[in-house]
Nanobody
Framework: QVQLGESGGGLVQAGGSLRLSCAVS????????MGWFRQAPGKEREFVAT???????YYADSVKGRFTISRDNVKNTVYLQMNRLKPEDTAVYSC??????????????????WGQGTQVTVSS
């Protein structure tokens, strides 16, 4: 059984930082592509970042230069370091695992397993 559990969300002022964690069981983060997505109220889910098995990373233009995706193979955990946060970053952030491929993807439909999400709220 594959399980993904996010943590690290919360309330932060604009310009601040948060680090989200996604602990994975049932799959190995070093063998599968992992991604972060977010969904704001009234909006569709959108791509944030992805990391491939070979640690190739891609970011949405809106977060490039501010967010960093990484992983810890020993802890089997994926992280999203978020710096210089803006009010428009407010959303529920979810991690996802692409169980059938080691290549990262910007498409949510390419991911097989999802966490429950963690709320990030950025105040102005």
């Amino acid at each position: 059984q594959v399980q993904l559990g996010e943590s690290g969300g919360g309330l932060v002022q604009a310009g601040g930082s948060l680090r989200l964690s996604c602990a994975v069981s049932g799959r190995t983060v070093s063998s599968n592509a992992m991604g972060w997505f977010r969904q704001a109220p009234g909006k569709e889910r959108e791509f944030v970042a992805t990391i491939s098995r070979n640690t190739v990373t891609y970011y949405a233009d809106s977060v490039k230069g501010r967010f960093t995706i990484s992983r810890d193979n020993v802890k089997n955990t994926v992280y999203l370091q978020m710096n210089r946060l803006k009010p428009e970053d407010t959303a529920v952030y979810s991690c996802a695992c692409r169980g059938s491929s080691s290549f990262g993807s910007r498409k949510s439909e390419d991911y097989d397993f999802w966490g429950q999400g963690t709320q990030v709220t950025v105040s102005s």
